[in-house]
T-cell receptor
Framework: AQSVTQPDIHITVSEGASLELRCNYS??????LFWYVQSPGQGLQLLLK??????LVQGIKGFEAEFKRSQSSFNLRKPSVHWSDAAEYFC??????????FGRGTSLIVHP | DGGITQSPKYLFRKEGQNVTLSCEQN?????MYWYRQDPGQGLRLIYY???????QKGDIAEGYSVSREKKESFPLTVTSAQKNPTAFYLC?????????????FGAGSRLTVL
């Protein structure tokens, strides 16, 4: 079975500060990994994905994520946060079932 | 532009009534999904369909029903058997098949039971 844990329910950062959102997964082999973002009252939008190859993946809006097999992690990072980045962020894992499993989400609050 | 359309955006229901949420996609995707979102619980899979005329239960299918008569459409019915139906419902689609399913989401439907 596959599962994903996002340990932080809320993260608060100041505008211009760096950001790291944590994601840990459980799956017996190398999974497919995703980060999605959701603005209030909207659907989810794909930020980036990891399938294979380079463990550092670049996404939209200046986000990046690093796959670390030894830590079963896929943390999302951004060097400088903008107020418009305030949203809910979801990590997802897809293994042999071909159906993504989502984490509970991390709410990002950005202070001016 | 290709995408997924969910309707209605907001829906109010009296207890004991069935309601149907619409989901239409023009992306030519084979797979479609319904998720339920509650605060602090992330997205939970209700039903999914990988091909027309076939669908499977997800983690929380009780009290829900679906149909997949056309590739473009995957309506969800919330029946009176669903004990706590107030939630935000998200429909998604993907190309399907083995692995790496990037989901495209609709804007969601918020159901409130009065």
């Amino acid at each position: 079975a596959q599962s994903v844990t996002q340990p932080d329910i809320h993260i608060t950062v100041s505008e211009g500060a760096s950001l790291e959102l944590r994601c840990n997964y459980s799956y017996g082999a190398t999974p497919y990994l995703f980060w999605y973002v959701q603005s209030p009252g909207q659907g989810l939008q794909l930020l980036l994905k990891y399938f294979s190859g380079d463990t550092l993946v670049q996404g939209i809006k200046g986000f990046e994520a690093e796959f670390k097999r030894s830590q079963s992690s896929f943390n999302l990072r951004k060097p400088s946060v903008h107020w418009s980045d305030a949203a809910e962020y979801f990590c997802a894992v897809e293994g042999g079932s071909y159906i993504p499993t989502f984490g509970r989400g991390t709410s990002l609050i950005v202070h001016p | 532009d290709g995408g997924i359309t969910q309707s209605p955006k907001y829906l109010f229901r009296k207890e004991g009534q069935n309601v149907t949420l619409s989901c239409e996609q023009n992306l030519n995707h084979d797979a479609m999904y319904w998720y339920r979102q509650d605060p602090g619980q992330g997205l939970r899979l209700i039903y999914y369909s990988q091909i027309v005329n076939d669908f499977q239960k997800g983690d929380i299918a009780e009290g829900y029903s679906v149909s997949r008569e056309k590739k473009e459409s995957f309506p969800l019915t919330v029946t009176s058997a669903q004990k706590n139906p107030t939630a935000f419902y998200l429909c998604a689609s993907s190309m399907g098949g083995a692995g790496a399913n990037v989901l495209t989401f609709g804007a969601g439907s918020r159901l409130t039971v009065l």
